[in-house]
């Protein structure tokens, strides 16, 4: 799926992805930039910071969420646009789910990352080929109380459910 025809709007979000991501390979981030977009406006940014922070999860689309949840004061981006320079990895685009944001526009795609060595491919491969193994096993460890933590949620009456 691809947009041929984007509004200018929607360029103009994706040129100042593009150039946040540009921007923070000189700052010594990654090469990756998003933006979060409700009514026509940017609401947050977000840059790939994964080695300036030494954390893995801190993807621009991550950053980006997390900014624009903390600028609107909620957890739930349901009205707004996720704009990232690059098709966001598994992580990101499960992020981007349970934000239940309403679109995702991406530019550069997983091959284009993968060519400047951000190959990406294996978890793709894990989420989309079910006889795909996972780089890291993934096992299940029998517990009889397994289940304690959500009937502690189920059981609370002042829960926030998401």
Not at 74 to 101: H, N, Q, Y
Not at 111 to 120: K, L, N
Not at 131 to 147: E, K, Q
Request: hydrophobic share 45%; net charge negative; proline share 4%.
């Amino acid at each position: 799926m691809s947009v041929d025809v984007a509004t200018s709007a929607e360029q103009d979000w994706m040129a100042q992805a593009i150039d946040l991501a540009t921007t923070n390979v000189a700052a010594g981030g990654g090469p990756f930039g998003a933006l979060v977009v409700r009514d026509g406006e940017v609401i947050a940014t977000g840059t790939n910071k994964v080695t300036v922070d030494l954390d893995p999860t801190a993807h621009a689309e991550v950053t980006a969420i997390r900014n624009a949840c903390r600028a609107l004061g909620t957890f739930k981006l349901d009205g707004c646009v996720l704009v990232t320079s690059c098709e966001p990895c598994p992580m990101c685009l499960a992020s981007a789910l349970w934000a239940r944001v309403d679109r995702v526009l991406f530019a550069a795609d997983r091959d284009d990352a993968a060519d400047a060595g951000f190959d990406d491919r294996a978890f793709y491969d894990v989420f989309e080929d079910s006889g795909t193994a996972s780089p890291a096993p993934v096992d299940r460890v029998v517990m009889p109380n397994r289940n304690a933590a959500f009937d502690a949620w189920r059981g609370k009456t002042d829960r926030i459910d998401y």
